[in-house]
């Protein structure tokens, strides 16, 4: 009988202690924020995608000038079935942006995307004086496609990008006008995989004294 008793007790102990082990191992993980996809945020809404975008840690220096409660300014673009794009404005006068995408059942996973940006490796020599008469179009036409010849371009990679954005059925286009005439810049269209943004081709014009109209800028395939 006391034998059996103390069995009781050891058993109870051990019981107990796995009890304490459990409970012990158990944390308490706080729900995740939801974020709210909307053109009308509430102040508490956009704090909670500033805490998700890690704003504005990947902007330029990891700063934002205008910083305020109002802050990030975001914009939303769908992107396909489950999915879309979010962006958060980092240099209003330039709009200068990070941009993520966004699985639409893990919101509170963002992922920001890397892009592939070309960049003017050379030192250009663009004449300040222009053409006039009857052949001055043409002949600034000439020009600026001349010109265009001799731009070399290599890809940077970069969390950072500005211009204007939007996304269709072919991809992404990115358009980065260098001017406040748009006559000079880069028009880049991207595939999106995973969290990288894969430049397809895009268009560029040096000359800032040529067309605004990106369809006649000077065409790269893949980055060449």
């Known amino acids: 009988m006391k034998t059996f008793s103390k069995y009781i007790r050891v058993l109870g102990h051990a019981l107990l202690w796995s009890s304490v082990t459990i409970i012990s191992s158990c944390k308490i993980v706080p729900d995740q924020p939801v974020l709210v996809r909307s053109e009308q945020l509430s102040h508490v809404e956009r ?49 200068q942006a990070n941009i993520f995408l966004v699985d639409a059942d893990k919101p509170s996973q963002p992922k920001l995307l890397e892009f592939s940006l070309p960049k003017l490796v050379n030192e250009m020599k663009i004449a300040a004086e222009f053409p006039e008469g009857e052949q001055a179009e043409k002949r600034l036409n000439e020009y600026t496609q001349s010109i265009q ?73 893949n980055g060449e």
Do not use: M
């Open 47 to 95: 704090s909670h995608w500033r805490e998700a975008l890690k704003f504005p840690s990947y902007c330029e220096n990891g700063e934002y000038e205008w910083d305020d409660a109002a802050s990030p300014d975001l914009v939303f673009l769908d992107f396909q079935p489950g999915k879309y794009l979010v962006y958060n404005l980092c240099d209003l006068s330039i709009n």
């Open 149 to 221: 010849q001799q731009a070399k371009y290599e890809l940077t990679k970069s969390n950072l990008v500005d211009g204007s954005f939007f996304f269709d059925e072919e991809g992404l286009f990115v358009i980065q006008r260098r001017n406040s005439s748009g006559q000079c810049g880069t028009a880049s269209r991207y595939r999106i995989e995973e969290n990288k943004a894969l430049l397809v081709d895009f268009r560029a014009q040096v000359s800032c004294v040529g067309s605004s109209d990106v369809a006649t800028w000077k065409y790269y395939k």
